[in-house]
């Protein structure tokens, strides 16, 4: 159990266009979802953690208006990074915690943003 | 000062040896404590947790406490080429889904 998909795996864009990335707790309940971005060769940093039904909480210095955290349900968390530019390339990855459990994160397989 | 530190490595360990990788954190009061396996290109795998001072063994890994000191470690025994990889620790706060501090990273590589 405790599987967390996302989708896509891999998007490429032009500058100016949004981005949506989808995630899922395939397996359980998540209370909460988290949304991370990694850059080349530095460890994770947490962009915002999201609960379903409220409105997500960012973390100092990520624009909530750039990046939209919708988390509809107990299963499905989106990211939509707005008007997209090459310095928004990176890696996404989300995580979620188990409804029942302890503070265990289980990371989706992440998607990497590449804008042109 | 970091909240969660390590080393960055790389650390470089014989096959079939153990593998000690080290992490302190500042906040006293954290109570969950994750070690993170990542592959280049890939998200993080939990390998384990620990929430009490002491040890704690599954299969190759023991992952180690010690809250006194602000200090866990995780021991890889019998180390094998794939477990060559970046070992992220996490320390959270709370026993409840809330906010994980991740260091930076060590990153391991077992030569055969």
């Known amino acids: 159990g405790a599987v967390v998909s996302q989708h896509p795996s891999r998007v490429i864009c032009k500058s100016g266009t949004s981005v949506k990335i989808e995630c899922r707790s395939l397996d359980f309940q998540a209370t909460t979802m988290f949304w991370y971005r990694q850059f080349p060769k530095q460890s994770l940093m947490l962009m915002a953690t999201?609960?379903?039904?409220?409105?997500?909480?960012?973390e100092q210095g990520v624009e909530k208006d750039k990046f939209l955290i919708n988390h509809a349900s107990l299963t499905l968390s989106t990211l939509t990074v707005t008007s997209a530019h090459p310095e928004d390339s990176s890696f996404y990855i989300c995580?979620?915690?188990?409804?029942?459990?302890?503070?265990?994160?289980?990371f989706g397989p992440g998607t990497r943003l590449t804008v042109l | 000062q970091k909240e969660v530190e390590q080393n960055s490595g790389p650390l470089s360990v014989p096959e079939g040896a153990i593998a000690s990788l080290n992490c302190t954190y500042s906040?006293?009061?954290?109570?969950?404590f994750f070690w993170y396996r990542q592959y280049s290109g890939k998200s993080p795998e939990l390998i384990m947790s620990?929430?009490?001072?002491g040890d704690k063994e599954d299969g190759r890994f023991t992952a180690q406490l010690n809250k006194a000191s602000q200090y866990v470690s995780l021991l890889i025994r019998d180390s094998q080429p794939s477990d060559s990889a970046t070992y992220l620790c996490?320390?959270?706060?709370?026993?409840?889904?809330?906010?994980?501090?991740f260091g930076s990273g060590t990153r391991l590589s077992i030569r055969p």
């Open positions: 995580s979620a915690t188990r409804k029942e459990g302890l503070d265990t994160q289980y």
């Open positions: 906040d006293r009061g954290s109570q969950s």
């Open positions: 620990i929430y009490s001072n």
């Open positions: 996490a320390v959270s706060r709370y026993s409840s889904a809330s906010k994980i501090i």
């Open positions: 999201s609960n379903e039904g409220s409105k997500a909480t960012y």
